[in-house]
């Protein structure tokens, strides 16, 4: 049995930066500006090879399976890239709703796409409203255009 990291992004992932993957282990990288389709999930070579699947495999996670449809090869917002060694997967989020998970295994980390007065606001609002549980974290990313 092989346990890693999984994050459910929704349609507009990545905010910024590249989102890589590649369609085979060792293949070369792509960028996307998007993440796995409903139904999808990606796997980080190391998890791949840890489970003994190949793309284009299924994978039961709980009551669901997901078709591994790439290979996860960077995120453009995932903390200490290089220090962190655990493996890695991404899903779309409408196929974690799907999941009976205990809420306290479940971390929440909202980026969000706005500017300095947006952002003023969002942090006055916040000061106002308790975390949904202690693991949740509110994180904000500030995208100049």
């Known amino acids: 049995m092989a346990t890693g990291n999984a994050k459910a992004v929704a349609e507009d992932y990545p905010l910024q930066g590249e989102l890589l993957s590649a369609a085979f282990p060792g ?4 960028a996307s500006s998007q993440g796995p389709a409903v139904g999808e999930i990606w796997l980080d070579s190391r998890l791949l090879a840890a489970l003994g699947l190949k793309v284009g495999e299924r994978l039961r996670i709980g009551n ?3 078709n591994v449809t790439r290979i996860l090869v960077h995120e453009p917002d995932r903390l200490m890239e290089g220090h962190n060694v655990e493996m890695r997967a991404l899903l779309h989020r409408t196929d974690l709703q799907q999941f009976a998970a205990f809420d306290d295994i479940i971390q929440h980390r909202y980026l969000v796409g706005a500017n300095a007065q947006q952002i003023g606001a969002i942090l006055q609002w ?3 409203r308790p975390f949904p549980s202690p693991m949740a974290h509110f994180c904000l990313m500030a995208i100049c255009s």
């Open 64 to 66: 669901r399976q997901l």
């Open 126 to 128: 916040q000061k106002t």
């Open 27 to 30: 293949g070369p990288d792509r």
